[in-house]
């Protein structure tokens, strides 16, 4: 689960993170009020998105040269025409790709006078089971474009979750950023309250960029993107309310609501699979018979009926889909019981594209027979080769 940027430092603030004073605002009335409740005069008007790039970001409603979801202003009339400008209108940036994401929040903060930006993130680093602290001098920046161009300026020190964040490990940080003086303890106490924010929320992602030094000497995050890992949503039921349901794909909303693992992607071929290697291999013949997937979706390994038509309901409502490819290995998972799912949903939104299944496993014969009776134009397959095969053949002829 991603949040906005407001809510990011509202949540770090909590943890003694140094952030600037902003509030929230739903409207141009609210901006208006957010900016007269700072001291000013400068404030900083930002749309509230979830995607990177909203700096240089263009929005589809106005001109060209029209500024970008980020704007300075100087004056309550400022705020007020860029919020004017900003909310109800379509923001597209790097991140979100040419259809972009309407504007409905936005964040107005105090401004601050920057004497330089430094890039800074907690990840999960997977290879080394860590925590991996990315640092970099080159702030404010696409640190994609500083990874490719500039790769030493990226410095990375991790941290073993059994012994945990130790001073050395922030005054490496410091150290990478070249930070001496008050500036380097400054860093050192924002470094350990950050991964402390980090492990405390169950955070997969913690990114700020800039962390600005100010004119007046002092460090401070300017921007923040926080996400979290889903698995570990029971230990923070208060974050719940933190969720932008409209900031999120509506098929991958409607999954999750159901407990099923759904990511939407660009091709055509729907997949229905039990069990997450099984289902990156069904992309991968799919791929290798020369067809895309238009999903990824794990239907876990226990699902019931009602979570069988769910998922085969939600890959319908995607019109990219052509075909579908179900592809089950019944351990705990009945065949059965999928052979009853698939019927449902298929009667229920009226199927229109070809369907190939392949069974395999506990109570095979009886999910075949099932289906086998059904009266569908369901095509069978003999194992994952043989219904890749079909399912693309299926398609290509329709």
């Known amino acids: 689960m991603n ?15 140094p952030v600037p004073a902003g509030h929230a605002a739903m409207s141009v009335d609210e901006a208006v009020a957010a900016a007269g409740r700072l001291p000013g005069p400068l404030y900083v008007v930002k749309a509230q998105i979830h995607a990177g790039g909203r700096g240089k970001g263009k929005f589809k409603e106005l001109p060209a040269e029209a500024k970008g979801g980020v704007r300075l202003a100087r004056s309550a009339e400022e705020v007020r025409a860029a919020a004017g400008e900003m909310l109800g ?3 597209v940036t790097i991140q979100t790709g040419p259809e972009g994401k309407q504007v409905q929040r936005l964040y107005v903060t105090d401004g601050v006078d920057i004497a330089k930006e430094y890039y800074l993130a907690f990840l999960v680093d997977r290879a080394t089971g860590r925590v991996a602290i990315v640092a970099s001098t ?16 990226i410095h990375t020190i991790t941290v073993d979750p059994a012994s945990g964040m130790q001073a050395h490990h922030a005054r490496a940080v410091a150290f990478a950023l070249g930070l001496t003086g ?15 924010a980090f492990m405390q929320l169950d955070c997969a992602q913690l990114e700020i960029n800039p962390l600005a030094v100010t004119d007046d000497g002092k460090l401070m995050v300017l921007d923040a993107k926080v996400g979290f890992d889903s698995n570990a949503s029971f230990r923070h039921p208060d974050l719940a309310a933190l969720r932008d349901e409209s900031e999120e794909d509506p098929m991958e909303l409607e999954a999750s609501r159901h407990d099923l693992a759904y990511i939407k992607l660009d091709g055509n071929i729907g997949c229905m699979v039990n ?12 791929k290798l018979e020369g067809a895309e997937p238009a999903n ?3 239907v876990g390994g226990g699902a019931s009926k009602e979570k069988v038509t769910a998922a085969f309901k939600i890959i319908l409502s995607d019109p990219a889909v052509k075909g579908i490819l179900v592809n089950i290995f019944g351990g705990i998972m ?5 052979a009853d799912g698939i019927i449902a949903a298929a009667r229920e939104v009226d199927l229109k594209v070809p369907l190939v299944v392949r069974l395999e496993g506990t109570n095979v014969e009886e999910g075949k027979r099932i289906l086998a009776g059904s009266g569908l134009p369901i095509v069978a397959a003999n194992d994952l080769g043989d219904a890749a095969r079909k399912i693309v053949a299926e398609v290509k002829a329709a």
Not at 3 to 17: D, G, M, R
Not at 143 to 152: D, G
């Open 182 to 196: 008050d500036l380097y303890k400054q860093c050192v106490h924002v470094v350990g309250q950050l991964h402390h």
């Open 138 to 153: 080159e702030g404010g920046m696409d640190i994609e474009e500083v990874a490719h161009s500039s790769p030493e300026k």
């Open 89 to 91: 209108n379509t923001l």
């Open 334 to 338: 009945r065949c059965d019981i999928i």
């Open 296 to 298: 990824f979706l794990d």
């Open 3 to 17: 949040i906005h940027e407001y809510q990011a430092k509202e949540l770090l603030a909590k943890f003694n993170v």
């Open 275 to 286: 069990g997450a290697g099984l289902a990156m291999a069904t992309m991968d013949i799919i």
